[in-house]
């Protein structure tokens, strides 16, 4: 009986080699794809948003704190206003879509002559609702460029009618395009805010607090370590003492400290967790290289007289980023628990701006009432992504582990 040997990586690159290690850990690997997942939803952003408005901020009062599933039929009513500005799809993806419509939930309407008379949604359907009318003209074109004449609701432009429409049509187009049943899968929060929409906008402001910060924190940490690593002596020792004075202050008093001192806000964020977060990149760069400097390569570029900064970045660098990756994923975890717990604290980002902590912040309340699924919706959300990128992290640990 003869046995199948398996094929040796030889020639492979190690890069290829830790991937093929990564894609055997199944937890490591579905939470790769989990990440994606938010980063593509995030990058849509408003786009696939169910309210695409800017901050995704519609709000309706009267339907606070629905469930997750509740439906309504609303009633697009055109605001006062005479045009809406084009945007361009990446424009409304960046920004959302100015809404130029007023979305009005309803339980019942009818038509009266001219007129449409709608019952406003009422939770309790054996009450009565608030009874309404508003002209068809109104409903379709800003009143005060609209009107009825014979019979025809006629839209005024810059002094000329640009659209006609009989009172059938115009009963007909409202039904077809300005009475539509909405679904909020998540349901709503105490503003009348789509549950979802405020999920997927919040998802883009944690991961991009993620990126930038650990962007910052590894222009920092490496350079700081690498210069601590590579000359030692006077220039080691003011760098590790740096590191030891940032690392015995609690990161969160630190980033509240920087936070204050910047100003609150969406960009202070990036900056004061970026700040706080390179000391680990720095530790980890500076023992890296302070195991790899007395190796033949380096000693042969310094043979060869290529300069400091060359080995460093093209010879060392590459060498040592395996620790660098994996400290990377577990410090891009902490940043999305720290910029959380600061919209929490209420120093973070400021409303109406959507933050996964300042949802929790809004609704924790109702923990103890009938609707906490408002404020275990987006904890469950940090949860996930977190520990999402602490199993990528340990993944690429196990992935690039040098086994002798």
């Not at 939770?123 to 009107?147: C, H, M, N, T």
């Not at 001192?261 to 290289?289: E, P």
């Amino acid at each position: 009986m003869f046995f199948r040997k398996t094929k040796p990586n030889r020639g492979l690159s190690p890069g290829t080699i830790a991937w093929r290690k990564f894609r055997k850990n199944y937890s490591a690997f579905f939470a790769l794809l989990w990440i994606l997942l938010f980063v593509v939803i995030a990058f849509l952003g408003y786009t696939v948003a169910p309210d695409p408005t800017p901050m995704a901020n519609r709000q309706n009062l009267s339907i606070a704190t629905m469930s997750p599933g509740f439906s309504s039929t609303f009633l697009i009513k055109r605001m006062d206003i005479q045009q809406q500005e084009k945007q361009s799809w990446f424009s409304v993806m960046l920004f959302g879509k100015t809404s130029v419509h007023d979305w009005l939930p309803i339980s019942d309407y009818s038509f009266s002559a001219d007129s449409i008379v709608v019952e406003y949604y009422k939770e309790d359907p054996r009450a009565q609702g608030v009874i309404a009318s508003f002209a068809l003209a109104d409903v379709l074109f800003p009143s005060d460029s609209s009107g009825v004449k014979d019979g025809v609701i006629v839209n005024y432009s810059e002094g000329h009618a640009t659209d006609r429409l009989k009172i059938g049509e115009a009963r007909s187009e409202i039904e077809k395009q300005h009475l539509v049943d909405k679904t909020f899968w998540l349901g709503t929060d105490r503003f009348g805010r789509d549950m979802l929409s405020q999920l997927i906008i919040g998802a883009r402001i944690s991961l991009s607090v993620g990126f930038i910060a650990i962007t910052i924190a590894l222009l920092v940490g490496m350079v700081l370590g690498s210069l601590a690593g590579f000359y030692r002596g006077k220039t080691d020792a003011f760098i590790v003492w740096l590191i030891n004075v940032v690392w015995s202050i609690p990161t969160l008093l630190l980033v509240i400290a920087i936070t204050f001192a910047l100003g609150k806000g969406f960009w202070q964020i990036f900056i004061a967790v970026g700040l706080t977060m390179w000391v680990d990149v720095a530790r980890i760069v500076r023992g890296q290289i302070i195991s790899v400097r007395e190796n033949e390569f380096v000693e042969a570029g310094k043979a060869l007289g290529l300069t400091s900064s060359r080995i460093i970045l093209k010879h060392i660098i590459p060498n040592i980023m395996g620790p660098v990756i994996v400290i990377s994923a577990a410090n891009f975890a902490s940043a999305i628990l720290i910029e959380a717990g600061l919209s929490f604290l209420g120093v973070g980002v400021q409303p109406p701006m959507p933050s996964w902590g300042s949802m929790i912040r809004e609704n924790y309340g109702y923990i103890i009432l009938d609707k906490a699924f408002l404020a275990i919706i987006p904890g469950l959300a940090i949860m996930l992504l977190v520990m999402s990128f602490m199993l990528v992290g340990n993944g690429l640990r196990d992935a690039m582990e040098k086994r002798y």
